[in-house]
């Protein structure tokens, strides 16, 4: 379940972020997980995947790095598509 709770967090800080650029679409998150998190990348991914299905984030690749220096979850940038003068860009964190 708290891998559950991460994803849900995770997707909202994402989507968030997304609507402040006015993203159509994201297509990658990269995040760090901190080694004392009790979760694993791969129940993470699939959290994420459920919670981002109806969203604009549905199908983005999420690429976790372990990280010893952590304690929980910290996301590091999203890479997304937009219509305007710039049709994909990455947001850091």
């Known amino acids: 379940m708290h891998e559950h709770a991460l994803a849900r967090s995770l997707v909202r800080?994402?989507?968030?972020l997304a609507a402040e650029?006015?993203?159509?679409r994201v297509y990658r998150v990269t995040v760090?997980?901190?080694?004392?998190?009790h979760s694993d990348p791969e129940?993470?991914?699939g959290h994420f995947e459920?919670?981002?299905r109806t969203t604009?984030?549905?199908g983005a690749v999420l690429d976790v790095t372990v990280s010893e220096?952590?304690?929980e979850?910290?996301?590091?940038?999203?890479?997304?598509?937009?219509?305007?003068?710039?049709?994909?860009g990455e947001l850091s964190s």
């Not at 800080?13 to 968030?16: E, M």
């Not at 979850?73 to 994909?88: F, H, N, Y």
Request: aromatic share 0%.
């Open 13 to 16: 800080q994402v989507l968030r």
């Open 69 to 71: 220096e952590l304690l």
């Open 50 to 52: 459920r919670e981002a």
């Open 73 to 88: 979850l910290a996301l590091e940038s999203i890479e997304i598509e937009r219509t305007g003068p710039s049709d994909a």
């Open 56 to 58: 604009i984030a549905a």
């Open 43 to 45: 129940t993470l991914r």
């Open 32 to 37: 760090r997980l901190g080694a004392l998190s």
């Open 21 to 24: 650029q006015q993203a159509e």
